[in-house]
Structure formats: C-alpha cells, structure tokens
C-alpha cells in the first residue's frame, strides 16, 4: 500500500509543520531564524544554556522538548537529516553568554558532522560551551566503541536532567558532569514490526514479514540484530531486559528509570501491557521502577515498534528528573 499521511507540498514538510507546531504551542515555543526553535520565555542569561540539533520527522522530539527545565534550542533540519553546521553555529552564537552552553548531539553521521563543524565555528568566535554525545543504543553489544552506538530516545531524559540542572543554577561544569554521570548509565534498545514510508518520497524505509520483528531496529530503519517471530508482551520485555540490564550494570537495589517510547503506530494498550511484563522482570531480580514512563517520544513517522531506555539514577539524577518542567512534550508540576 502507498503512502497515506495528509500533507501538502513534500517539499514544504519542515517548514509547514513548524508553522504547526507554533501555532499549536505558541505559548511555550517560538521560530526564529526558519529552523531554531526557542523557548517563548526565555531562561536567564547567568544560567547555562542547553542546546540540540536534530531532523524532523521524529515528532514531538526534539522541539517538543523545548521549555522550562528542559532545552532552550533545538536546531531543525529537514525530514531526517541534520540540520547544517552554520544553522547549527547561528543558534550558538544566539545562546553565548557567561554561563555557558551545553551542546547535545545524538551520535548520528550528519548531526555529528554539522555539530563538529558548527564547534569549529564557535571556537572562532570564543563561545563557552561542552558538548555531550548520546550514543545509548546497545544494537551493536553493549561494549562496542561510543562511535559505533546511536543515540536513540535517551537523549529526551538527558534533556529533562540537565535542564533541571542548569535551571537551578549549576555552572556548565556540574550541569555537564550531572548530564555525563546520567550518560554513562543508561542504554536503548529498539523494536520495530512494521515499516514507515518517508513523507518526502512515500518510500518505506525497510521491510518485514507479517510474522516478524527485528530487535535493535534504528530510528531511522537502520538493520537490527535481524529478524525474529514476533513474540508476547512479556516475552519481548524478557529478551529486550536480558541485554539492557548487563549494559547498565544493574544489580540488586538498583533505582531505575524505564521508559518505554512509542515509535508511531503502536497503541499505549501495548505500550501499557509491555510496563506490566517490564516490572514484573525488574521486581523480580530485586531492582526498583523508580521512574516507569511509556508514551511517543521519539516517533519515526507510522513505525509500529518501540524504543526501551533504561537508566540507573542516583538520588541526585532522581531529583532533577522530578524538577518541575514545562514544554509541549513534557510538563511536570
């Protein structure tokens, strides 16, 4: 079957559905400069800055996250590719100010070459900043090098930690070693049943039989482990928690945050029923579900399938997680 979504030019997506997204959330969000999205009340200039970049296409991430306690700009580029570096660079030069700027790059071939280049620029010009990479994905063994690993939905709660953090004042130092220590423990996994068509080309990204499911699956269609029968609920969270819990560590005792992101065309009924069988599975091994969260995220478009974030928090990361926050993805009270 041939795509089906209701859009008008395929060339005008990005541009249109900013238009969209602005008037939907205008009291939280504003566009400026096309492809920057900004906070529509603007944080103080002596408290760090946090800035993303990202393709569309992905809704609500990454400018969904945009608000108070969260991010103060996302950087937009076209249906699934990055935006380019001197787009990148114009927003932070707009963010420069004492406190700094911490600069989040998920580890993707284009973000990561227009983030690099969009640095080079910055170091110019003497912008305070650090960058940090997300590249959580454990499709490829939970030990292969960062470079090897994409960054996948765990980069929306890094955004909400290090938010609270630079909301309350840290300097980009404490900010970036809060948002690093919450980097290094947590891990993804993606599963995918069905394909997406790319709104621009109405092409599918990949293909599955009507009896599979491929684990380790990208946000982008990108191969996973490869394909398997499609199994139940509980025993997808089993297979998917064997390999997410040894990536982090987790042992006994552990807190953990467990976020189960919708990829697009899978219902919250699933999405609630996988929660049940993923409790049951950390309840068992003597863990805690200190942050259980399920909801669309980080879509790719009509995928049925789901990213599964794990993360061990300390008392501290549990802390800013539950730090009031304001966005038109995310709001805690």
């Not at 296409?57 to 950087?75: C, I, Q």
């Not at 130092?173 to 995918?192: D, G, K, S, W, Y």
């Not at 065309?265 to 259980?292: N, Q, S």
Request: glycine letters at 10%; a negative charge.
């Amino acid at each position: 079957m041939g795509m089906k979504k209701f859009i008008n030019d395929p060339n005008d997506l990005t541009k249109e559905l900013l238009e969209g997204f602005a008037i939907a959330c205008g009291d939280k969000i504003k566009i400026v400069s096309d492809k920057i999205v900004v906070r529509a009340e603007p944080k103080s200039p002596d408290k760090v800055a946090l800035v993303t970049l990202g393709g569309a296409g992905h809704e609500p991430a990454l400018s969904g996250f945009v608000g108070k306690g969260l991010l103060d700009a996302s950087v937009v580029g076209d249906i699934f590719a990055a935006p380019g570096g001197p787009k990148v660079f114009e927003a932070l030069k707009m963010f420069n100010r004492p406190a700094g700027i911490l600069f989040i790059v998920l580890n993707h071939a284009g973000d990561v070459l227009n983030g690099n280049l969009a640095m080079k620029m910055a170091d110019k010009e003497g912008i305070k900043y650090k960058m940090i990479l997300t590249h959580e994905d454990i499709a490829p063994g939970a030990d292969a090098p960062a470079e090897d690993r994409r960054g996948l939905v765990g980069c929306c709660p890094l955004y909400k930690i290090a938010g609270a953090a630079a909301e309350a004042g840290k300097s980009l130092e404490e900010v970036f070693a809060i948002a690093e220590r919450f980097n290094n423990n947590m891990a993804t996994l993606a599963v995918a049943m069905t394909t997406a068509t790319h709104p621009s080309s109405g092409q599918a990204i990949f293909n599955l039989a009507d009896d599979e499911m491929e684990i380790g699956m990208g946000q982008h269609g990108e191969a996973g482990t490869g394909p398997c029968k499609i199994m139940t609920a509980d025993k997808t969270a089993e297979a998917m928690l064997s390999r997410l819990l040894p990536a982090i560590k987790a042992k006994q005792g552990d807190e953990l945050m467990v976020l189960l992101n919708g990829s697009g065309a899978t219902t919250l009924m699933e999405l609630y029923i996988l929660m049940r069988g993923v409790k049951k599975v950390v309840d068992a091994k003597g863990m805690k579900l200190a942050a259980p969260v399920v909801g669309e995220w980080l879509t790719v478009q009509e995928m049925a399938g789901f990213q599964m974030f794990v993360a061990k928090l300390d008392a501290e990361l549990l802390k800013y997680w539950k730090a009031p926050a304001d966005s038109p993805a995310l709001t805690v009270c």
